[in-house]
């Protein structure tokens, strides 16, 4: 099973994140297959570069999208639409 999920990064209390696509038993920062984008929450406002295209690539081939991330692209999604 592949996922696309967060890999946590930085040091204590200040974390960034990767955006990757790996299989669902590797560890969290074991291997991945794909970078697909970062998110550092800890910036004002919050940093967040997503590639979109190959992330619907990947869930069109079977894999499944974490409930933080999916949380992440909806947020990022509606301001997207409100800056249009």
Do not use: N
């Not at 994140?17 to 998110?39: C, D, K, S």
Request: glycine share 4%; aromatic share 6%.
């Amino acid at each position: 099973m592949v996922v696309v999920r967060f890999q946590r990064l930085g040091t204590k209390k200040i974390p960034h994140h990767r955006i990757v696509v790996a299989e669902r038993t590797r560890a969290q920062a074991g291997l991945v297959l794909e970078v697909v984008g970062y998110y550092d929450p800890s910036r004002q406002p919050p940093l967040c570069q997503i590639k979109q295209e190959r992330i619907a690539y990947w869930v069109s081939r079977g894999a499944q999208v974490s409930e933080a991330l999916a949380h992440l692209l909806r947020r990022t999604s509606k301001s997207a639409a409100r800056a249009a």
